[in-house]
Nanobody, 113 residues
Framework: QVQVAESGGGLVQAGGSLRLSCVASGRGIEVMGWHRQASGKQRELVAATLSSGARNIAGSVKGRFDIFRDTAKNTVDLQMNSLKPEDTAVYYC?????????WGQGTQVTVSS
């Protein structure tokens, strides 16, 4: 069983920055990343990292967001710069092992224009 805990988020003006942090407890973690779900929309991948170091960042945030993982500590941070109102969403930390998938409780990010 893997426990996932998130921190960060909040209200920021357009053009500002926020950093989200996630820590997971457990073994066999292969993928750590962040997804988001805006009101009335489906949940979508924002960025993810594999234990190999490979990263996947969504086109809509590439160049503005970056993901940082510490495999020894099982942490993953999402640095969000140049935020736009359309980035407003609940952001979820996602953790995958070989057999299961786990989600954090979600943290609200609101970008005002």
């Amino acid at each position: 069983q893997v426990q996932v805990a998130e921190s960060g988020g909040g209200l920021v003006q357009a053009g500002g920055s926020l950093r989200l942090s996630c820590v997971a407890s457990g073994r066999g973690i292969e993928v750590m990343g962040w997804h988001r779900q805006a009101s009335g929309k489906q949940r979508e991948l924002v960025a993810a990292t594999l234990s190999s170091g490979a990263r996947n960042i969504a086109g809509s945030v590439k160049g503005r967001f970056d993901i940082f993982r510490d495999t020894a500590k099982n942490t993953v941070d999402l640095q969000m710069n140049s935020l736009k109102p359309e980035d407003t969403a609940v952001y979820y930390c996602n953790v995958k092992t070989w057999h299961d998938e786990y989600w954090g409780q979600g943290t609200q990010v609101t970008v005002s224009s």
